[in-house]
């Protein structure tokens, strides 16, 4: 090793030990104005306040779900890990909601049982929207067991502890992938589910120990099929933010960002010869507004007893050819297209039947404009070059 080396080593050591000060610091003066003045608040019902845990409501989905319950008015809880959530996103909800009792932000692990105990111990929850998850196909089947674990074993311990301090409510992130390659499309409730990837299968044993659970209790359960999520707030608060390493394992819609701010060359679309109209995979591609309002929905009408079983999609299937043309269009970026051969394990159309979901919660997208969903998104990552790092902007 020469001097320059050691140099790098030094100079890249004490960076890793300033941006861990500085992530501690701020997990720290989060939870701090968490407390100060308002930890009783969280612990003590109040009547007309409805106290909800979100557990990954750092991450995406989460953070999303967070702002528009804590809009509505209620109490909210952010349990996450930060392993792949955002402090930043945390920070910008505690910004718009300062005040006493409205949001506090817990870190810690769910697979941690004597913090789970802790956290529900200590604070008190009318209901619990349980997002927090490792959730890539692609990883899940590289890193089987860490799929089991985070997603079977850790909401295991949820379920343990909600039934242990008699939480009323469950909202429960479920997946499409649960389904597996059904043969006849669309996707309804009732069709049978045969996950093929060990993410798929960890979110269907979830669903198993759910039912199997609610037959001898009391707890009003939702559980939610979200097919595949796009957007972000239309305000601009809130965007997807992915670590960068896992941007390879990425969504259609961060690949086509990526492209579109030349962070990779261009775009690779993985089989043109399914039997579709273009060729191309088709996917329903819901919007995360109109995915969380579902959540809100889910919530106001969750019974005791029962368990709601819902596709949450758009009901359309969009190929991914029309999908790069809408992030050309929202971009405004001629993005490069590499046509390759199929990739195995793809499969060719999913889309969802969302009648059940519009009949009983009279829930239905909104948001069902890919263009649009993906401008929005597309001008909250042109003015957050670091996601939710140090501010950068396109020029
Ligand atoms: N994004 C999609 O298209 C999609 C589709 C179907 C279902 N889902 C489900 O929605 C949920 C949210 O997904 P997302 O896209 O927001 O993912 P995300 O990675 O952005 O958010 C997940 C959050 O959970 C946290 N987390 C993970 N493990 C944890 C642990 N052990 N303890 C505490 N926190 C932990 C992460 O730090 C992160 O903040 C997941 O359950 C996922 O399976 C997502």
Known sequence: MDFADTDRKRNFSARLFAAAFLVSLGIFSLRQSAIVGSSNLFSIPESGVTRVLVTGGAGYIGSHAALRLLKDSYRVTIVDNLSRGNLGAVKVLQELFP??????????????????????????????????????????????????????????????????????????????????????????????????????????????????????????????R????????????????????????????????????????????????????????????????????????????????????????TGKGRSVKEFVLACKKATGKDIKVEYLDRRPGDYAEVYSDPSKIRRELGWTARYTDLQESLEIAWRWQRSHLNGYGPHAAMG
Request: overall charge negative.
């Open 226 to 313: 979200y097919f595949n999520v796009i957007g972000s707030d239309p305000e601009g608060r809130l965007g997807e933010a992915p670590r960068p390493e896992l941007r390879e394992q990425g969504r259609i819609s961060g690949a086509c960002f990526d492209a579109a701010r030349g962070i990779i060359s261009g775009l690779q679309v993985k089989g043109t010869d399914y039997n579709t109209a273009d060729g191309t995979c088709v996917r329903d591609y819901i919007d995360v507004t109109d995915l969380v309002d579902a959540h809100v929905k889910a919530l106001a009408n969750a019974k005791p007893r029962k368990v709601g079983i819902y596709n949450v999609g």
């Open 99 to 224: 005040e006493p009792g409205r949001l506090q932000f817990i870190y810690a692990d769910l697979g941690d049982p004597k913090a789970v105990n802790k956290i529900f111990r200590e604070n008190a929850f009318d209901a619990v929207m349980h997002f927090a998850a490792v959730a890539y196909v692609g990883e899940s089947t590289v890193e089987p067991l860490r799929y089991y674990h985070n997603i079977t074993s850790n909401t295991l311990l949820v379920l343990e502890a909600m039934a242990t301090h008699r939480v009323k409510t469950l909202i429960y992130s479920s997946t499409c992938a649960t389904y597996g390659e059904p043969k006849k499309m669309p996707i309804t409730e009732e069709t049978e589910q045969v996950p093929i990837n060990p993410y798929g299968k960890a979110k269907k044993m979830v669903e198993d120990i759910i039912l199997d659970f609610s037959k001898n209790s009391n707890m009003a359960i939702m559980i939610l």
